[in-house]
T-cell receptor, first 115, second 115 residues
């Protein structure tokens, strides 16, 4: 099976711009989660989507949003970029079908640099 | 609130030494899941192990072993006869039963194995 794929792998934006990152989960997986990784804050949960619905949301401002499509692919959007948004954004998918925790498999990440 | 602490930020060993990475967690959930992930320089988080709170059996997989002790809220990871390829950042993570796929990560331990 192909793993989780994320595009693009690298992005450079300037403050005030917006950006959209894409994630394709492992075939058959219906849950997609997003995480932000920075040197200062470490790995932090952004949100999780399951069957096109946001199921969990971390403690991030409303500038961070996401969505999931019927084929389980997911996008996250960051509007009005700030310097502090520079980070590695990781997407993870799992085959979760119910309410318990499943194992998440991560993609290679998108490294976003905001200038 | 959930919390994961990896007190060792960086460990350096010489090849063939054994090394233990510590993980201490806090949760109010009675059912929860613990994970270890490896992050090589490429950035992708690689899943190593998942353990639920009702299974305190230690596990061994090749050179890797895990010691789960509920009494001390610890889930430590030992690499036996370390190799240069083990050099990476290792993350311990926790998810509560009702948290879906929201993982709370520790700060990570950077392991450097020198030849």
């Amino acid at each position: 099976k192909a793993g989780v794929t994320q595009t693009p792998r690298y992005l450079i934006k300037t403050r005030g711009q917006q950006v959209t990152l894409s994630c394709s989960p492992i075939s058959g997986h219906r849950s997609v989660s997003w995480y932000q990784q920075t040197p200062g804050q470490g790995l932090q949960f952004l949100f999780e989507y399951f069957s096109e619905t946001q199921r969990n949301k971390g403690n991030f401002p409303g500038r961070f949003s996401g969505r999931q499509f019927s084929n389980s692919r997911s996008e996250m959007n960051v509007s009005t970029l700030e310097l502090g948004d520079s980070a590695l954004y990781l997407c993870a998918s799992s085959g979760l079908a119910g309410g318990s925790t499943d194992t998440q498999y991560f993609g290679p990440g998108t490294r976003l640099t905001v200038l | 609130a959930q919390k994961v602490t990896q007190a060792q930020t960086e460990i350096s060993v010489v090849e063939k030494e054994d090394v233990t990475l510590d993980c201490v967690y806090e949760t109010r959930d009675t059912t929860y899941y613990l994970f270890w992930y490896k992050q090589p320089p490429s950035g992708e988080l690689v899943f190593l192990i998942r353990r639920n709170s009702f299974d305190e059996q230690n596990e061994i997989s090749g050179r890797y072993s895990w010691n789960f002790q509920k009494s001390t809220s610890s889930f430590n990871f030992t690499i036996t006869a370390s190799q240069v390829v083990d050099s990476a950042v290792y993350f311990c993570a926790l998810s509560g039963y009702n948290a879906g796929n929201m993982l709370t990560f520790g700060g990570g331990t950077r392991l450097m194995v020198k030849p």
